[in-house]
């Protein structure tokens, strides 16, 4: 979700301040591995420094993981190195970082649908949107689980085509893990993924949050099944992988990344059904918490080994996150590591408009809506340039996004054609229906666009 949609909602719950809500109730014993992350900062004479809050410099609730914790890490990277020992051409970290951006996560899936071969990725980190995507990137190389039988919720134009309009899609639900998150992608409209609250603007002040993510809930419970879950915990104990998702606790506000693939591991570890089902509650839950942006939806409260809070999109500390997080687990990547940039947005906030024309009125709304818009832009723009910097130190950085820049000849995005429309124009037609956040039309023609750009594996950026 993004934050600035819901500005004047939040206007208005300062003049109704009374209207309060009660915590939402966590799911009793998912205990989440949550790692502290913050942002190093230099001293005056160029040394390294910490932030408050950082491992060294915990601020109040936080505390530094256990011993027993980074062993654990360390554990998993030196079975990872000696499997790399015998696998042919995998003999470099890859790292892999999803950011946030609501709908346009469709660009991300679709360019990973596009590619003919993904990387087995060591650590992949997501935010977000890139939370959403992060279970089926990576298990990219693992198989469909057979109890994922649940297709029902599959809509929307990239499950048919229309004639006359050749592409890959359509996608066949069960092929293959990166079709599916395509698939995910797919809305006949946005009330596949979330549900309005009735009576508007007052109604969200009142209620607390202008819809929920129930349908997205239970999208995510069909993807993600058991086996699934097991897989990822598989792959951890196993290969010595690690997918890490990213909040923010509203209560000390700071980010976290919590251990996704410690919790498939004691999922994968008991054969009590319910206990199994209770746990896979707990994965789905993390990821909503990861995409909820009050007052749109509600926060959610986890109960992590920090205690019980509120967490909310991580987004609002880090666009993405990496080189926050590898200190904090005890990694040391090595100097040829590879580190992959998916960011699900263009970087760039875009001129001021209204209803497509330059904006030549304000109110204190708009004013505060595009104010919004640029810090937002901006904590992305520094989070990815942190990425990108930190890849190319190690060795080798390639990036993708929502832009045809530094691309020669490569298409303007809203002007990709799909189905008989541009981008730009399936956006034009799907606002006619007001929604809150997602776009249907859009969405699957930026996972078309995501998609001829993975085929020709046509990034941003890449630096060996």
């Known amino acids: 979700m993004r934050i600035q949609a819901f500005l ?9 301040a009374g209207c309060v809500q009660d915590r939402p109730r966590p799911i009793a014993g998912c205990n989440y591995r949550a790692i502290p992350m913050t942002v190093p900062v230099a001293r005056p004479d160029g040394t390294p420094g910490l932030q408050a809050g950082a491992p060294g410099a915990l601020g109040a609730g936080q505390e530094a993981p256990s011993d027993a914790f980074t062993a654990q890490i360390q554990t998993q990277m030196a079975q990872r190195h000696a499997i790399r020992d015998v696998e042919p051409g995998a003999d470099h970290d890859q790292f892999l970082v999803l950011s946030g951006g609501g709908e346009h996560g469709a660009f991300g899936a679709g360019f990973f649908w596009g590619m003919d071969k993904v990387p087995t990725y060591d650590i992949v980190t997501g935010v977000s949107t890139g939370s959403l995507q992060s279970t089926l990137m990576f298990l990219a190389n693992s198989p469909v689980p057979a109890d994922r039988t649940d297709y029902r919720w599959v809509d929307g134009r990239l499950a048919s085509q229309a004639p006359g309009e050749p592409h890959q899609f359509p996608i066949r639900p069960g092929t293959s893990n990166l079709g599916d998150l395509a698939l995910a992608y797919s809305i006949g409209s946005e009330s596949d993924l979330m549900t309005r ?7 969200i002040v009142f209620k607390g949050s202008a819809a929920g993510f129930g349908p997205l809930k239970a999208r995510l419970k069909a993807l993600l099944t058991l086996q699934t879950l097991d897989e990822v915990g598989r792959q951890r104990d196993e290969e010595g992988r690690g997918l890490y998702v990213g909040v923010v ?3 000390d506000g700071y980010g976290y990344a919590i251990d996704m693939t410690e919790l498939g ?3 994968r570890a008991t054969r009590d059904m319910p206990e199994k089902l209770r746990l896979q509650d707990c994965y789905v839950e ?4 990861s995409s909820s942006v009050p007052p749109g939806v509600p926060p959610i409260t986890l109960e992590t080994d920090h205690g019980t809070s509120m967490y909310m999109d991580g987004g609002a500390r880090f666009g993405v996150f990496l080189q926050q997080l590898l200190p904090a687990i005890g990694h040391a990547a090595t100097k040829d590591a590879r580190v992959t940039v998916i960011a699900n947005n263009s970087l760039e906030s875009g001129p001021w408009e209204a209803d497509g024309k330059p904006a030549l009125k304000w109110s204190a709304a708009t004013f505060g809506l595009r104010a919004v818009d640029l810090l937002e832009g901006q904590v992305y723009r520094f989070s990815v340039n942190d990425a990108e910097g930190f890849g190319i130190k190690l060795g080798q950085m390639r990036m993708a996004y929502i832009s045809n820049a530094n691309l020669p000849g490569g298409e303007v995005p809203d002007d990709h054609r799909f189905e008989g429309n541009t981008c730009g124009a399936w956006r034009a037609i799907d606002a006619k229906a007001k929604p809150l956040q997602f776009h249907p039309n859009y969405m699957a023609c930026l996972a078309d666009y995501g998609r001829s750009r993975g085929v020709t594996q046509a990034w941003n950026r890449a630096v060996p």
């Open 8 to 16: 004047p909602v939040m206007l208005l719950a300062g003049l109704l």
């Open 249 to 251: 606790n509203l209560d």
């Open 265 to 267: 591991s004691r999922i």
């Open 197 to 203: 609250k009735l009576g508007g603007p007052a109604g």
């Open 286 to 289: 993390a990821l909503l918490a």
